[in-house]
């Protein structure tokens, strides 16, 4: 069961646009994500669901709207600002460090939180070693609960596409993150993968707290984890939701089966 | 049989994350260092130390200094003999500025200079990548050149243009100049290098060595995790620009003795990148077996014939070693691209496994 019940309004994304050239991305979006909630964002494919993220974690700036975080209002978030208060996030392709190991690719989740400087690390001594040791801890917690002890010391680049989904997980959670964006983390996954993944989303959510903003395309698993739905068609909202509302929604309806009939 | 994990467990992370967690790779490092510290210096001639062991540091100083760059920040620099050329020149100027103060003191505040200009050369390798930050690399490369030759102050106007090393004491006994004995100056650099390479081991081991990775495997990510690539850079340029500058003061202070600009050249930039590439990207292990391989090899190479009592032309055995040393290189990179540390790595897991490899 969840330990912190659904609250305030973390988030909110205002009347947002963004555009590519002559392509709209995004046309005058505005949704909110509260606090501790699994929010999906679903749609067709090029609906502008990871142009959203982006927008959100500071990655691609709207030509208008704002954002609101903890209160607040920026007219475009910035990379390092969204990590450094609380937003992580995961892609559609994998953005893993190929050439890096599956615990250094943990370890880096944790790079804003080290604060020992060149000094102490030309020496690895004294602080600097606690410091590392002390991360190397809740980095080994989380490798645990992924269960990916075995594959440690791997280079990811090494590894299996569904491992390495996993590992970007791991890796986001490193950073400890109060808002986590997922861009289809079952993605090209078989069943079971699928149902490990889920059961990861879930315990992170009820355990932690923490928020997730969940962009996926098996309907089965959204309408399982979520607790509200937006979806997204051609860059604009067509609905948002709690899951049972948004599934009978008739334009969502038409949008997902196409108007071929 | 020999070479074992069984048995050894790592009771904590602190002994998981030494630098050799096996207990057999800390007894073959102890060996070397006890060759290298005493051994060499009782056992080596002169013509030894002068000729493979003394160049053979400065070179591993210097690759590991361009690996730190290219290796683990992924950032590549053709300007690697012209940041030698300015620790060397700092140091020269302020060993005859300040001759009172230790001449070890120089050789470390040499790499400062080296440290600096590296930075200001590295600034465009926030907008430029690869193959086009390397010819803006080589663009500083050619500007520090002609600075070595057409500014005379750096050689203090001597008719020469060469710098030459004054003799400096520390407790009564040359560590530079004429008078410095081979072993005196092969045991201040192994000194030094043993020093900075452990320095090196420990940055890239912590979070400044993986931000540095992490810009080199996908900068995106980098920065979306919170990394600035612009300071992670600099600062990559930086240590690797210091440790070619020190690499380069050690060379004149503690091999040469006398240097020209040719000594700094694009030529020693290739050398150097050769020498990175061969050992292994981004392994400091490796950066002394391309230094090895790139220097050492040819040496003995050359000095085969006369040791076999064969009497050869001295011009064939110098065609023959280029050709053997080519032949080699490309040996090794076929059958690993990777370079002699990635070979040793896999070498060290067969061995672990034998006899019963599955
Ligand atoms: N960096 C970009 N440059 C140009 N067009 C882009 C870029 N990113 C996304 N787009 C365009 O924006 C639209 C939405 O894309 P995206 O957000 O990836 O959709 P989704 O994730 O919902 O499949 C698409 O038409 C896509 O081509
Ligand atoms: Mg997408």
Redesign the interface.
């Known amino acids: 069961m969840r330990q912190r019940a659904i609250g305030e309004v973390i988030l909110a994304v205002e009347d947002v646009s963004l555009r590519f050239g002559g392509v709209r991305a995004i046309a005058d979006v505005s949704f909110d994500i509260r606090a501790h909630e699994i929010r999906a964002i679903i749609g067709p494919n090029g609906a502008g669901k990871s142009s959203m993220l982006n927008v959100i ?1 500071g ?1 691609y700036r709207p030509q208008e709207g704002r954002i609101v975080w903890k209160g607040q209002a920026h007219r475009a978030m910035r ?2 600002l ?3 208060t609380g937003i ?2 995961t ?1 559609q392709n994998i ?6 190991t599956v615990l ?1 690719n943990l ?6 939180k ?1 604060r020992r400087g ?1 000094f102490w ?4 001594y004294g602080p ?2 606690e410091e ?2 002390a991360h ?2 809740r980095v ?1 917690e989380i490798i645990d609960f992924l269960e990916i002890e075995h594959i440690r010391k791997v280079p990811v680049g090494r590894l299996p596409y569904g491992l390495q989904k996993r590992v970007e997980l791991g ?1 986001a959670l490193a ?1 400890e993150p109060e808002l986590l964006l997922l861009d289809e983390p079952m993605a090209g996954m078989n069943l079971e993968e699928k149902e490990d993944m889920s059961r990861y989303i879930l315990e992170v959510n009820e355990q932690l707290g923490t928020t997730i903003a969940l962009i996926e395309h098996d309907m089965s698993v959204v309408m399982d984890l979520s607790d509200r739905i937006v979806v997204l068609d051609h860059g604009q909202l067509l609905a948002d939701g709690p899951p049972e509302v948004v599934s009978r929604d008739p334009a969502v309806i038409e949008a997902y089966l196409g108007v071929a009939h | 049989m020999l070479y074992r994990e069984t048995g050894q467990f790592k009771t904590s992370y602190a002994a998981d994350q030494a630098v050799f967690p096996i207990r057999q790779d800390r007894i073959g490092l102890a060996l070397i260092l006890l060759v290298a510290f005493l051994l060499v210096p009782v056992f080596g001639s002169s013509f030894f130390l002068n000729t493979m062991m003394i160049p053979f540091l400065v070179f591993s100083l210097a690759t590991i200094g361009l690996n730190l760059l290219l290796g683990y920040a992924g950032q590549l620099s053709l300007g690697t003999g012209a940041f030698m050329g300015v620790g060397a020149y700092a140091c020269y100027k302020l060993a005859t500025i300040f001759p009172d103060i230790n001449i070890l003191v120089h050789t470390l505040l040499s790499g400062l200079f080296a440290a600096g200009i590296g930075v200001l050369f590295g600034l465009p390798s926030l907008r430029i990548k690869g193959f086009y930050l390397a010819v803006a690399t080589l663009a500083a490369q050619f500007f520090l050149d002609w600075c070595f030759n057409r500014l005379p102050w750096l050689y203090n106007y001597n008719p020469s243009g060469a710098i030459e090393v004054p003799t400096r004491m520390l407790f009564g006994v040359a560590l530079t100049g004429p008078n410095a004995t081979p072993v005196t100056r092969y045991l201040v650099l192994l000194t030094l290098v043993v020093v900075m390479t452990w320095i090196a081991s420990n940055l890239v081991r912590g979070w400044i060595g993986r931000s540095w990775m992490m810009i080199r495997d996908m900068d995106i990510a980098a920065e979306l995790i919170g990394v600035r690539p612009l300071p992670t850079k600099l600062l990559a340029f930086a240590v690797s620009s210091y440790y070619c500058g020190v690499a380069g003061a050690l060379m004149v202070f503690f091999w040469l003795g006398a240097a020209e600009p040719p000594s700094f050249s694009i030529n020693t930039s290739f050398q150097v990148l050769f020498m990175v590439i061969i050992g292994g990207l981004g392994s400091l292990a490796g950066s002394f077996m391309g230094a090895a391989f790139i220097w050492i090899l040819p040496v003995l190479l050359r000095a085969l014939p006369e040791m076999l009592g064969v009497t050869i032309a001295a011009a064939t055995v110098e065609h023959v070693s280029l050709i053997v040393i080519g032949a080699l290189i490309i040996v090794v990179l076929i059958v690993e691209p990777h370079g002699c540390a990635r070979l040793w790595q896999t070498a060290k897991q067969k061995l672990r496994t034998w006899p019963f490899p599955y």
Do not use: C, V, W
């Open positions: 974690n990655f990379p390092y969204a990590a450094s992580a996030r892609f953005a893993l460090f190929k050439g890096m250094d370890m880096s989740g944790r790079t804003l080290m060149f690390q030309a020496l690895r600097a070693l590392e040791i190397r801890r080994e890796r950073m």
